[in-house]
C-alpha cells in the first residue's frame, strides 16, 4: 500500500528536505485510514526515504522518492487537475448522477446501443486494463449523451486524473473480479433507466454506483 504514499509524493513534486502534509491533512487527501497512512509512513521511514522529527513533522529523506524530472512547471495544465482521490469522488457525485438523468432524456438510439456494447466488452474483458478500458467508454459516452458541451469538458478533468499514477494504483489494489461483476450489474442498472427514459432512476442508479466504488477504493467510511 505504501505506492500510495509514494505516488502523492511524485504527483506533488516533492523532493528530499521537503515536508509532507500535517498526518490528519494527508490521510483526508489520500481517502485513508490514519492507521493505514502510519503503517505506509513507518515502511517509507524503515526503507530511509522518510524521516520524522518530533513537532517538526514528516520530511522526504536525502535518497528522494521523486525526479525533478516529474515536477510540472507553474501555470501548466496539470497543476489544474491535481486533486486527490477523496475529492475525485466527491466531485463525481456532484456531477454524473446529474447527467446521466439528463443522458436518459437525451440519448439517442445509437448511443444507447453503443453503452450495450461497452456494458458487453467489460462484462467479457479478460484484464484489468480491458476492464478499465470499457468502463471508461462507458462513463464518456453517458457524458456525451447529456448533451452539455461545460458538463463534458469537467468530466474530461476527472477523467485526466483517473488515468493518473496515484488513482490507477488505487484502482488496481481494490478491483477484484467480483467487484468488477458488481460494477457491470451497476452499468446494467444505468442503462436500463437511460433506455427507459427515467432521469429520476438513471441519477439514482449512477450515484449508487459511484458510492460503491468509493467504497471499494476509500474503504466504508470515506
Keep these: 500500500m505504501s505506492v ?4 502523492f509524493i511524485e504527483a506533488e513534486g516533492l523532493e528530499p528536505g521537503d515536508r509532507l502534509p500535517p498526518e490528519r491533512d494527508l490521510a483526508l487527501k489520500l481517502g485513508l485510514p490514519r492507521t493505514a497512512l502510519r503503517r505506509m509512513l513507518a515502511s517509507l521511514e524503515n526503507e530511509g526515504r522518510l524521516t520524522r522529527h518530533v513537532g517538526r513533522g514528516t520530511f522526504i529523506a536525502g535518497s528522494g522518492v521523486t525526479s525533478t524530472a516529474l515536477r510540472r512547471p507553474p501555470g501548466s495544465a496539470g497543476d489544474a487537475v491535481r486533486t486527490y482521490p ?22 439517442t438510439p445509437q448511443e444507447i446501443d453503443e453503452l450495450q456494447k461497452s456494458i458487453d466488452k467489460g462484462s467479457a474483458a479478460e484484464t484489468l486494463v480491458e476492464f478499465e478500458k470499457w468502463d471508461a467508454v462507458f462513463h464518456r459516452i453517458v457524458v456525451e ?18 488515468a493518473g499514477n496515484l488513482w ?18 451497476k452499468h446494467r442498472e444505468i442503462l436500463a ?13 449512477m450515484y449508487n454506483h459511484i458510492m460503491e466504488a468509493r467504497a471499494n477504493i476509500l474503504g466504508p467510511h470515506a
Design 4 to 7: 500510495v504514499l509514494k505516488d
Design 86 to 107: 477523496a475529492e475525485v469522488f466527491e466531485t463525481r457525485l456532484i456531477i454524473e448522477p446529474k447527467v446521466a438523468g439528463l443522458a436518459a432524456l437525451r440519448a
Design 145 to 162: 449523451a447529456a448533451r452539455n458541451g461545460l458538463l463534458s469538458s469537467l468530466y474530461e478533468v476527472i477523467h485526466e486524473v483517473r
Design 168 to 185: 490507477g494504483r488505487m484502482k488496481e489494489q481494490s478491483l477484484t473480479p467480483d467487484r468488477m461483476r458488481g460494477y457491470i450489474t
Design 193 to 205: 433507466a437511460i433506455r427507459d427514459r427515467d432521469s429520476v432512476g438513471a441519477e439514482l442508479s
